[in-house]
């Protein structure tokens, strides 16, 4: 019956418990800070530009990864060198840092980054997608819920 009521309140099949939280929580602490309102509505938000270098770094690092791969393969996973490592923490230390800092205080937790992959897709037939591999779609709330009623 919670179930129930938490698709008829909340649009979704979260805990009862966890709709009522999570709705608290944005009208209490979440109150006297808009930087981070198109997250809340929409499930992501754009927080900055990433300088190039670091991007060109890591494309060319990918690049002379997948050179003499078979032509078969549809992804290739970067095999994490130090330079890559350093491209990713200058990344994380420098235009995500006020963002990190931010969201810490938010949600009163230490946020730190445990593990990373960066994969390249290639020669991929479009008729070859299925449940298990596909293109990746980002839904807004709002539409993720009509979704969900359908």
Same mark, same amino acid.
């Given at each position: 019956?919670?179930?129930?009521?938490?698709?008829?309140?909340?649009?979704?099949?979260?805990?009862?418990?966890?709709?009522?939280?999570?709705?608290?929580?944005?009208?209490?602490?979440?109150?006297?800070?808009?930087?981070?309102?198109?997250?809340?509505?929409?499930?992501?938000?754009?927080?900055?530009? @990433?300088?190039? $270098?670091?991007? /060109? !770094?890591? +494309?060319? #690092?990918?690049?002379?990864?997948?050179?003499?791969?078979? =032509? *078969?393969?549809?992804? @290739?996973?970067? $095999?994490?060198? /130090? !330079?890559? +490592?350093? #491209?990713?923490?200058?990344?994380?230390?420098?235009?995500? =840092? *006020?963002?990190?800092?931010?969201?810490? $205080?938010?949600?009163?937790?230490? +946020?730190?980054?445990?593990?990373?992959?960066?994969?390249?897709?290639?020669?991929?037939?479009?008729?070859?997608?299925?449940?298990?591999?596909?293109?990746?779609?980002?839904?807004?709330?709002?539409?993720?819920?009509?979704?969900?009623?359908?």
């Amino acid at each position: 019956m919670q179930k129930n009521i938490s698709l008829d309140l909340f649009q979704n099949t979260n805990s009862l418990q966890n709709n009522l939280f999570n709705f608290l929580y944005r009208k209490i602490i979440f109150k006297n800070d808009n930087s981070y309102e198109c997250y809340l509505k929409n499930g992501y938000q754009k927080i900055g530009n @990433i300088d190039d $270098k670091y991007i /060109k !770094n890591i +494309i060319r #690092d990918l690049n002379a990864q997948s050179q003499n791969i078979p =032509k *078969t393969t549809t992804q @290739i996973k970067l $095999k994490k060198n /130090k !330079n890559t +490592i350093t #491209d990713v923490k200058k990344i994380i230390d420098g235009p995500l =840092k *006020t963002h990190l800092k931010n969201l810490e $205080k938010i949600f009163n937790a230490s +946020i730190k980054l445990s593990y990373f992959e960066i994969i390249k897709n290639y020669h991929i037939n479009l008729g070859d997608i299925n449940a298990n591999q596909g293109p990746l779609h980002i839904m807004r709330y709002p539409l993720n819920k009509q979704t969900k009623k359908k």
